[in-house]
């Protein structure tokens, strides 16, 4: 049966008001039909079928049962008929989780239990293919030590417990989750000459101070353990092969791989616990006291040191080698402009059943792939290419999509209009995005054409009116530093780390956004699976098909529009934002730095900016602009993204290329807008302020001096009468 909203009846009259940037008024007319008949195609039946296949078996990248996923999602996308390509690459990884062991050895002999109870009522939790928790890319090693506690196990953790004069030096280090990237951890232990790391969540921070914990509650239990990967090398992807793709070992094209033993590989053994096993640690320490803020929610007062008479063994033994590994492109070719790419994405390796993570994102670009499939069939197909892209091996470190970027460089630098990440992007109820600038208006005008289900508010109504316009997908979005809400509309957040928009956007410079709907989330766990989504996340299954129609209708707006719908304004006005925290950064140890060159830079962007999207859409609006003068416009369009694409990229890691956005490298999760500001600020450094305050005024000139090209583009080409007549 198909998908209807209750309040079909009041589609026209809301589809009639909506906004629509970069169309004429007759093929905005022609669009408004296309969108009607696209969403008709929803079906919230076929969303979770496709849910429930993928997702009734665990599924780590490099298993066979992995390899079904990746054929149920080529067959389903073949069946829709799109073309469908495999793009194999050789990644070098762990094999599994290999042999884990964590025990108490003295005072008492006691094995620490790392594995999910099996329970009752949720059949998944039983299935013999479930692992124990486990960490990606830790290094193996059998020791036994005693423990320190370190808080997070963030770098100022670190260098708390050193001027406290507390030595991790031989000891197993006890970090909990949160504050940074996982793998931070274990880096910053193994620089302090830790032994090893157990990694464990503190119910401070997850679980019974937040709720009712699972499987009664959607909150982590004492025995819901967090995986993750820790590889932290200085670029995104395969460890072997930064800036390259990982062909095939066997294939005809070679590629350079870096020597393992040059790799910067944790060497330490890490393992994560629940904290129904780290208590066992905890209570038993002896040490001092923790300063302000290291306490965590488990009812005893944490310690420093865990004293000689604690000793801890800890043995992880995870093999490592190349595994082939596959990208999967669907693709639907575009009527009139077939070399102008959209892209959608999202990953299909899961940590274990992956009903959330990712799976929600892939079943719902399934059933968008049938969506437009479809009408394809019936003739209405989409002027620009549309691919659909699940990438393999994101868990262990966004690996595949960054391969395949890597692999199609050039011909994504000329072709990709944007990269849209759907990771995980239909696990719960409260929408959310971060984007780049110019996708932000696009963004908004979508939501703003889609209802919330079983309600008479637009997705966008809802977003805007949530406690926390910016909860929604957890994936790859910072809620550190989002831009400020403008003019009410919701927060929108940065891109930062974690999802596998970063090789699209902080190394090709391609406009990217990453969305959907969230909620709570056992994150990581093997518990992230259908029973939690039918209990906790959607039981009426209706929030895929609204995700899709947000996500189909960006699609289809990008794919038709006369010019492309890219808010360049929003450029002047994000920068800005971003322009004051650097300074606001900076002038904490240099209080005479200003920003204000880049400030008037800025305002030249902005007005540029304003008098492009005038001439612009009064163009548009009497139809004044031909096919190859549109077509020139939206070359130049695709190029804006990229005039912060900087050769030498940042100091932290050349393999990031654009001087406006990163992640973290740090956090490795968080979002770092103005990035190179970003990384000398951290450093409290002035040396390199002059070279950076000229490489991004080069920057902001290039985007202004393209915007001001095209205005004046336009002004040559002022004439009346052709746009209209395009088939759609
Ligand atoms: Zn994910």
Redesign the pocket.
């Known amino acids: 049966m198909k998908y209807f909203f209750i309040w079909t009846l009041t589609f026209c009259s809301l589809s009639a008001f909506a906004q629509m940037s970069g169309f004429t008024p007759a093929n905005q007319v022609k669009q408004e039909k296309f969108e009607a008949d696209f969403k008709t195609q929803q079906s919230s039946e076929r969303f979770k079928k496709h849910l429930t296949t993928m997702c009734s078996v665990p599924h780590t990248a490099g298993t066979p049962e992995n390899e079904k996923v990746r054929d149920y999602i080529v067959e389903t996308m073949r069946k829709a008929g799109l073309q469908v390509e495999l793009f194999p690459h050789d990644v070098y990884m762990p094999k599994g989780p290999g042999e884990i062991s964590v025990e108490l050895v003295e005072p008492i002999r006691q094995p620490l239990n790392n594995r999910e109870y099996i329970l009752p009522e949720d059949k998944y939790s039983g299935h013999p293919l479930i692992t124990p928790g486990w960490n990606a890319y830790s290094g193996s090693g059998d020791v036994t030590a005693e423990v320190v506690y370190a808080n997070y196990g963030r770098k100022e953790d670190f260098e708390q417990l050193k001027a406290m004069g507390v030595s991790v030096q031989g000891k197993i280090v006890l970090a909990r989750y949160g504050g940074n990237f996982r793998g931070y951890k274990a880096k910053h232990a193994q620089a302090a000459g830790a032994a090893g790391v157990i990694i464990y969540t503190d119910p401070a921070d997850n679980g019974y101070t937040k709720g009712i914990t699972f499987p009664e509650g959607n909150q982590y239990s004492d025995f819901t353990i967090q995986r993750g990967s820790l590889l932290t090398v200085d670029f995104t992807g395969d460890p072997l092969t930064p800036f390259e793709p990982a062909l095939p070992l066997d294939g005809p094209k070679k590629v350079k791989r870096t020597d393992i033993k040059d790799v910067d590989f944790h060497k330490i053994p890490v393992t994560p616990l629940p904290w129904g096993s780290a208590v066992e640690i905890l209570k038993r320490m002896t040490g001092k006291g923790v300063p302000a803020g290291w306490q965590g929610g488990l009812p005893l007062a944490y310690r420093l040191e865990g004293g000689t008479a604690l000793k801890v063994r800890l043995n992880v033994k995870q093999e490592k080698g190349f595994v082939r590994t596959y990208q999967i492109v669907g693709t639907l070719t575009g009527s009139e402009f077939p070399d102008e790419w959209i892209i959608s994405g999202?990953?299909y390796d899961?940590w274990s059943f992956g009903a959330t993570?990712?799976n929600s994102?892939t079943a719902m670009l399934l059933t968008l792939s049938e969506s437009l499939g479809e009408m394809a069939k019936k003739g209405q197909r989409p002027k620009r290419t549309i691919k659909i892209c699940h990438w393999d091996i994101?868990?262990y470190g966004v690996i595949g999509s960054t391969e395949w970027a890597e692999q199609l460089r050039d011909e994504l630098s000329t072709k990709a209009v944007a990269y849209m990440n759907y990771?995980?992007a239909v696990s719960g109820k409260m929408f959310g995005a971060s984007s780049s600038p110019s996708l932000k208006k696009l963004l908004i005008e979508a939501t703003q054409s889609v209802q919330y289900p079983d309600s008479n508010k637009t997705v966008y109504e809802h977003w805007l009116g949530q406690k926390d316009p910016r909860a929604g997908s957890t994936?790859g979005i910072n809620s550190a530093a989002p831009v400020k809400a403008e003019n009410d509309e919701p927060v929108i957040g940065n891109l930062g780390g974690g999802?596998d928009h970063i090789a699209f956007y902080m190394h090709l410079g391609i406009p990217s956004l990453g969305g959907g709907t969230g909620g709570p989330t056992l994150y990581h766990s093997q518990y992230d699976d259908l029973f939690y989504y039918d209990k906790f996340v959607d039981p009426t299954y209706k929030m895929g098909p609204m995700v899709e129609q947000v996500v189909g209708t960006m699609s289809l707006r990008l794919a038709n529009a006369d010019v492309l719908p890219f808010d360049v304004v929003r450029y002047a006005t994000d920068l800005n934002t971003h322009l004051k925290t650097v300074e606001k950064s900076i002038k904490v140890y240099k209080p005479d730095f200003s920003i204000e060159k880049l400030q008037n830079a800025v305002a030249e962007l902005r007005r540029s900016a304003e008098l492009y999207e005038t001439t612009m859409k009064t163009q548009l609006a009497a139809n004044q602009l031909d096919n190859a003068k549109a077509t020139a416009l939206n070359k130049e369009l695709r190029n804006l993204e990229k005039s912060f694409l900087d050769p030498k990229g940042m100091a932290y890691g050349a393999w990031y290329r654009s001087l406006y956005a990163s992640s973290d490298p740090y956090s490795g999760y968080a979002s770092w807008m103005l990035p190179a500001y970003m990384y000398e600020a951290s450093l409290k450094s002035t040396a390199n302020l002059p070279d950076l305050e000229t490489r991004h005024q080069k920057a902001i000139k290039t985007l202004n001096d393209k915007i001001v090209g095209m205005t004046q583009q336009l002004a040559q080409n002022a004439k009346t009468g052709v746009l209209g007549g395009g088939k759609n």
């Open positions: 999202c990953h899961a993570d990712p994102g994101e868990e990771d995980a994936v999802s």
